[in-house]
């Protein structure tokens, strides 16, 4: 049976870990949905890992529609989310809901974009208007020439709170769930408990609803630098299979990420 952001939201209220991974072809999607993970991401990480940019800018909206569409093919249990790319959300709202609306009808169940505050309004009007929205704070790649770099976010006390906040206005705006980035665990903690809506963590530790990684990362199989959040699941498991497999189990059984990757 499909899983659903009902279905989702359920797990995480009831204290079952949701396992996420990004893929992107219909080959990858259909073995980690035969592995159990719950959530499918076509991120535009995509960028980086299969065209070989150095961030994740370049993306097209094509792109993502092309991949979600592969993905989708593919997968027949998991809910698949689709990335919003740079530069086709920041619109009129019109131009935004038709950008989402291309994703949706390439086979996601839900779009993800990032930012906090300056999104809130766009989330609603998306939310209102039939399209979920996963949303995305902490270290926003996206904004990676504003931020200085890929660092960790949310450190001073200050940011900490910023960033508590714009959780909790995100769900106020709609967002049924929300990805959380290299940010300190404990921040990470009291943003789970303060909202209802699934916390996906990557480098926030390992009190939030769910994890996803880059599924390249996590395989080994992308030449560049890896961050500390990354733990390499080919050395323990040996088969591609079965790194998927030990990712959702340690994920289930909160032992991914443990101390090392978080921050
Ligand atoms: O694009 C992506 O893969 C992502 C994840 C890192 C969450 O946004």
């Not at 797990?11 to 592995?35: P, V």
């Not at 535009?44 to 569409?69: F, I, K, N, W």
């Not at 880059?214 to 560049?224: E, K, Q, R, S, T």
Request: aromatic share 6%; with cysteine.
């Amino acid at each position: 049976m499909r899983i659903t952001l009902n279905t989702l939201q359920k797990m995480a209220q009831e204290g079952n870990r949701i396992s996420m991974l990004t893929c992107y072809d219909a080959s990858f999607a259909a073995l980690l949905d035969a592995a159990g993970v719950e959530t499918l991401l076509i991120g535009d990480s995509l960028g980086m890992v299969l065209q070989g940019h150095d961030s994740t800018l370049p993306v097209t909206l094509r792109d993502v529609v092309y991949h979600t569409a592969c993905v989708a093919r593919g997968a027949k249990r998991a809910f698949i989310i689709g990335d919003m790319p740079f530069g086709t959300f920041q619109l009129t709202p019109e131009d935004t809901f038709r950008n989402a609306a291309e994703i949706m009808a390439a086979g996601a169940h839900m779009v993800k974009l990032e930012g906090g505050q300056p999104m809130l309004q766009t989330i609603e009007y998306l939310t209102t208007r039939g399209i979920p929205v996963c949303g995305h704070i902490g270290l926003t790649p996206q904004s990676v020439n504003q931020l200085g770099g890929y660092r960790v976010q949310g450190k001073e006390e200050n940011d900490a709170r910023r960033l508590l906040e714009e959780a909790k206005s995100l769900e106020q705006a709609g967002a049924g769930m929300m990805v959380l980035e290299a940010i300190p665990a404990a921040l990470a903690r009291d943003i789970t408990a303060a909202v209802r809506a699934p916390t996906i963590g990557i480098g926030a530790g390992v009190d939030c609803h769910g994890q996803v990684l880059v599924l390249h990362d996590m395989l080994d199989i992308y030449p560049g630098k890896k961050a500390k959040f990354v733990k390499n699941y080919m050395r323990a498991a040996g088969t591609v299979q079965g790194a998927v497999e030990l990712f959702v189990k340690e994920v289930k059984a909160k032992t991914f990420p443990g101390p090392e990757h978080s921050f």
